[in-house]
């Protein structure tokens, strides 16, 4: 039980910082010293099916004036998590991108309104026991599709939501070597036509094959570590970074006292050489070819990059959820206003 004796100081400054008097529970100003309603309140459960009616128990009395009648108000929280996950087949990219969004749906706002008649004096307090409505509208959404539906997407996800994913998976597989696996295998096993792979050439300013052949384009993406076809160096620049510097066999063009490492015969594509701050043998894509590589990622469609053929699914999900916070208010025949501060939630499935 919680009783309020508000003092008119404290309504003076609770009322100069109100702004919405439709959803504020203090809107209800008083007299020195007058009393307000006593009020509790318990709910039949935190958990309730969208549509179906919640049970309560409301507790009140008032040693000043008579009750008239008591209400439930309630705001609605929204949840959702919108999440689509890279299953393109044969690449060890693991990338998911999840947004997560919480906002008030609704603040609060009168759900239901009980005449003072329908409570029971137990002799210590009057005890209302009924329900409260809750809106189907607010049934938790579940989105895991087998079959594409652009309509739901569109429903469910962000505007620019595609882009974004596809921009992000394409700059973490183009912006260093760290995929060069990946990207080669998207190359050699992807449905490319000979017209992208042309225009993709074209743009970039460089000759590269237009086969659609898969043997002959993993043949064509070739790397033979049994024969040096030439030298680099390391060459540390103005900005801090340190590059690789090819130059021929015989190491002409290198800097005098320069440590020179093997490169590999190799696609023209391909820069395969040796590392000797690694111990191993690196590949890459060279610099002159990666707009190339990028050009054609690009063109792999969202609904392509996160089809799991392994499940036979698209691994995208959507999660709408919704909370209710609900309020017990106690009106007298002054007009004044008790209500139980504790906040309760209801989640809603």
């Not at 504020?24 to 007058?34: A, S, T, V, Y």
């Not at 009057?126 to 594409?148: A, C, G, Q, Y």
């Not at 060069?180 to 042309?198: G, H, L, P, W």
């Not at 103005?238 to 190491?251: K, M, N």
């Amino acid at each position: 039980m919680k009783l309020y004796n508000k003092l008119g100081m404290i309504a003076l400054a609770v009322a100069s910082l109100t702004s919405c008097a439709v959803n504020d529970p203090f809107d209800e100003f008083m007299e020195i010293g007058q009393e307000l309603p006593t009020v509790s309140w318990e709910l039949g459960s935190t958990l309730c099916t969208a549509g179906n009616d919640m049970s309560f128990t409301g507790k009140y009395y008032s040693r000043e004036h008579n009750i008239v009648r008591s209400e439930v108000w309630a705001a609605i929280e929204r949840k959702e998590a919108s999440t689509a996950t890279v299953k393109l087949a044969n690449i060890s990219l693991a990338y998911t991108k999840t947004i997560n969004k919480t906002d008030i749906a609704r603040s609060s706002q009168l759900i239901s309104s009980y005449d003072h008649s329908l409570a029971v004096w137990d002799g210590y307090e009057f005890v209302l026991k009924d329900k409260f409505p809750t809106s189907r509208t607010l049934k938790t959404i579940n989105w895991n599709p087998v079959e594409w539906d652009e309509a739901n997407f569109q429903s469910y996800f962000p505007e620019g939501y595609k882009d974004d994913f596809k921009n992000e998976v394409v700059t973490m597989l183009t912006k260093d070597s760290l995929y060069y696996s990946d990207v080669r295998k998207i190359y050699i096993n992807y449905d490319f036509t000979a017209e992208q792979f042309k225009n993709a050439a074209s743009a970039a300013g460089v000759e590269f094959p237009t086969t659609t052949e898969l043997d002959e384009k993993s043949d064509l993406w070739f790397t033979n570590t049994e024969k040096v076809v030439g030298k680099y160096y390391l060459q540390l620049g103005a900005d801090g970074i340190t590059r690789e510097i090819e130059v021929p066999l015989d190491g002409t063009g290198a800097p005098e006292g320069a440590s020179l490492y093997d490169v590999y015969d190799s696609a023209p594509w391909v820069f395969c050489r040796y590392s000797d701050d690694k111990g191993t043998i690196l590949y890459s894509v060279r610099p002159q070819y990666m707009p190339v590589m990028k050009n054609l990622l690009e063109q792999i469609t969202f609904e392509e990059w996160i089809y799991d053929n392994a499940n036979k699914n698209y691994a995208i999900s959507f999660n709408r959820s919704y909370k209710l916070y609900p309020t017990f208010k106690v009106y007298d025949d002054n007009g004044k206003v008790g209500y139980d501060t504790e906040k309760l939630e209801i989640e809603l499935n």
